[in-house]
């Protein structure tokens, strides 16, 4: 059974990085048909996708935070992180990481995200 | 940027009730929609691929439907367990945009 667990300091101060890392374990993360990504939601809203990274290291980010984000991968640890630079009180949120798996039906691929960690709450504050 | 909107934003619902929750898109994502269930303090999980087809473990009570611009995810016998949020996500092209949330109460 795939799991994937993210872990990284709880709070982080104004105007510095936000660092996560995910670590996928009971599979690998060299998959030549998955993707893997990081999910936020803020406190009380929903859920907002910030980028998906391919074992490769090819990644593509939600253009909305691109100049701020990069994801990275790990395949000897079998893990791939997160950092958002300039972090403000709106980066606040619930961060899940996430496999974007294959699935395919009526001929056709399909990519949704069927694991997810857990999430970790990441304060931004003085 | 394809946008999601789902109705409505809160459902109140009783054990044994049909539910149904529409996501409209703002233009054409073919089928290439997903749904998920969250409940609080917890990571959504997958119900839903490709509009219609159950991922794997997912009760056959949910089901969804739908294609271009309207979907739809329905209960067709809602269980205690059912109470929770639910999202679809566009997996047409990025960004990969989610609906607001439809909360089941």
């Known amino acids: 059974q795939l799991q994937l667990q993210e872990s990284g300091p709880g709070l982080v101060k104004p105007s510095e990085t936000l660092s996560l890392t995910c670590s996928v374990s009971?599979?690998?993360?060299?998959?030549?048909?998955?993707?893997w990504g990081w999910i936020r939601q803020s406190p009380g809203k929903g859920l907002e996708w910030i980028g998906f990274?391919?074992?490769?290291?090819?990644?593509y980010y939600n253009p909305s935070l691109k100049s701020r984000v990069t994801i990275s991968v790990d395949t000897s640890m079998n893990q791939f992180s997160l950092r958002l630079t300039s972090v403000t009180a709106a980066d606040t949120a619930v961060y899940y990481c996430?496999?974007?798996?294959?699935?395919?039906?009526?001929?056709?691929?399909?990519?949704?995200?069927?694991?997810w960690g857990q999430g970790t709450l990441v304060t931004v504050s003085s | 940027d394809i946008q999601l909107t789902q109705s409505p934003s809160f459902l109140s619902a009783s054990v044994g009730d049909r539910v149904t929750i529409t996501c409209r898109a703002s233009?054409?994502?073919?089928?290439?929609l997903g749904w998920y269930q969250q409940k609080p303090g917890k990571a959504p999980k997958l119900l839903i691929y490709?509009?219609?087809t159950l991922h794997s473990g997912v009760p056959s009570r949910f089901s969804g439907s739908g294609s271009e611009t309207e979907f739809t995810l329905t209960i067709s016998s809602l269980q205690p367990e059912d109470f929770a949020t639910y999202y679809c996500?566009?997996?047409?092209?990025?960004?990969?945009?989610f609906g607001q949330g439809t909360k089941v109460e």
């Open positions: 996430a496999r974007r798996g294959t699935y395919f039906s009526d001929n056709r691929g399909h990519y949704p995200l069927d694991y």
């Open positions: 009971g599979g690998s993360i060299s998959s030549n048909t998955d993707y």
């Open positions: 990274i391919y074992y490769s290291g090819s990644a």
């Open positions: 233009q054409d994502i073919s089928s290439y």
């Open positions: 490709g509009a219609s």
């Open positions: 996500q566009q997996l047409n092209s990025s960004p990969w945009k």
